[in-house]
């Protein structure tokens, strides 16, 4: 089986121009002009279609709702930056991290609206900042004391693992969100707390046929890019940009998501750079909305947890996806496939081919179904676990893989319940302290692959055509 890519059906838009200012839009940073641009968005669309422009200009505003026949095109120069004040984002019911829960609306929000773009060479700044936890051991010392003189600052000492939130209300809130299971749905309890459900910066939820070119969007209050159950997804030379220290501060999280293609786009995140996901355990699963026929290429991801992720939650299932041609630079890990007990669902038919990575920090290839622990231990054999619970790796195909420099090659931990099974590694070669692992897996074929000893060249692991499974390790 090869994979196979469905046609994307792009947006077309009639040609109808709209300008902000021409609603009101004062371009001086300070001007709230939320009114102006969803204005100027209501106009086009109910016109039946067309372009509503954002000429340069520091632009701030609170959400912008994308609305059906409308591409929102931002000029060389443009910026957009979100208003800092939680209040201008009503909770509503919404997902976050594979659960239905209350969140504030995004800064860019869409609900089951069609052909709709963002395009142009504008940059989209969520004002983060106002939102994150902040944890200790990622500043210096002066850059901590200055966090901690902040208005509002809320410190949680720990030691190294001190916190420092931007009010108390988060820091309050996130117990809250914790003892409901991330799972809040009150929304007379959750006001309190409002400040803490910070929002994804874009949000696209049941969207059909949408364009993403050219854009920056950074600084995200949680997750920069957030598609869920959209259809017909082109990201095209889109940059996401998060500090490194941002806390779950990825760049893309696609979750439950159907022909989708991400060209030439990079990634610069403060944990997952590319990441696809299908919901969390029984109440994702019961979207029953897999992850499918995804084209990822010619990309690059500058710093994250993991290059190309799926996971963990994974529990309607990902497959028919296809990542080539692309360059992690210095993340964590490279490739990262992640799960646990209580996720159920299937992880298969996955190509992944022609990837350079340089300084990965932990393991180039790592597939973990131990990410959490959902129900119980996952090395627990003696319980029984419902079927649906336990989740499935196999059939991951990865050719001509390069890294220079990692601390593993090849991890891969599987269930006792249910191993890793039908893996292969072609064509590659991995510069590595450690080799190649395997726990609770099955049928792992590795041919034409080399792993080096970084402490010591001469020494090289050579696979020509050679099928491991459980309890395998390669000694330097």
Request: hydrophobic share 35%; charged share 20%; proline share 4%.
């Amino acid at each position: 089986m090869e994979f196979q890519m469905p046609t994307i059906i792009k947006p077309v838009f009639p040609d109808r121009k709209m300008d902000i200012r021409d609603f009101g839009a004062v371009a001086d940073g300070i001007t709230i002009n939320t009114d102006a641009i969803n204005n100027a968005i209501t106009a086009c669309s109910e016109a039946g279609g067309g372009t509503v422009l954002i000429p340069a200009g520091f632009w701030k505003t609170a959400t912008i709702h994308l609305k059906n026949g409308v591409r929102l095109d931002t000029a060389a120069g443009a910026f957009i930056k979100f208003s800092d004040d939680y209040r201008d984002y009503p909770l509503i019911p919404s997902h976050y991290e594979g659960l239905p829960t209350l969140r504030c609306i995004s800064p860019i929000y869409a609900k089951d609206a069609e052909n709709i773009a963002i395009t142009g060479d504008g940059i989209f700044d969520g004002a983060g900042e106002a939102w994150r936890v902040c944890k200790k051991w990622k500043f210096t010392a002066r850059q901590w004391e200055d966090l901690a003189q902040k208005e509002g600052a809320y410190l949680v000492e720990k030691g190294e693992e001190s916190l420092i939130y931007p009010s108390e209300a988060i820091a309050l809130g996130s117990a809250y969100n914790n003892q409901h299971g991330g799972m809040v749905d009150n929304l007379e309890e959750a006001k309190a707390y409002h400040h803490f459900f910070r929002p994804v910066l874009v949000n696209l939820v049941g969207c059909k046929h949408i364009l993403l070119q050219g854009i920056t969007f950074q600084n995200s209050p949680a997750w920069c890019l957030h598609p869920r159950m959209c259809e017909h997804l082109t990201m095209d030379r889109v940059s996401m940009r998060n500090p490194w220290y941002a806390q779950n501060g990825d760049a893309l999280d696609l979750e439950a998501c159907q022909n989708v293609e991400i060209t030439h786009c990079s990634f610069d995140a403060g944990d997952d750079g590319i990441c696809v996901k299908s919901g969390k355990n029984k109440p994702g699963r019961d979207t029953e909305r897999a992850t499918a026929n995804v084209w990822i290429h010619d990309c690059v991801v500058y710093h994250g947890h993991g290059g190309f992720v799926i996971g963990s939650e994974m529990s309607c299932g990902v497959h028919n996806v296809l990542v080539e041609n692309c360059t992690f630079i210095g993340t964590d890990v490279g490739l990262r496939f992640k799960s646990c007990l209580g996720r159920g669902g299937t992880v298969r038919d996955i190509w992944i081919r022609n990837i350079r990575m340089d300084n990965i920090k932990e393991q180039a290839v790592v597939m973990n179904m131990g990410y959490s622990s959902a129900i119980g231990s996952e090395r627990d054999v003696e319980k029984r676990y419902p079927e649906e619970d336990i989740p499935e790796f196999c059939h991951i195909h990865m050719s001509d893989i390069l890294c220079i420099g990692a601390k593993k090659a090849v991890d891969i931990c599987g269930l006792a319940q249910r191993p890793i099974h039908d893996i292969t590694l072609e064509r590659s070669s991995i510069h590595a302290q450690q080799g190649v692992q395997c726990r609770y897996a099955q049928n792992i074929r590795l041919k034409d692959v080399t792993v080096t000893s970084q402490q010591n060249p001469s020494q090289v692991l050579t696979y020509g055509d050679e099928t491991v499974g459980d309890g395998y390790r390669s000694a330097f």
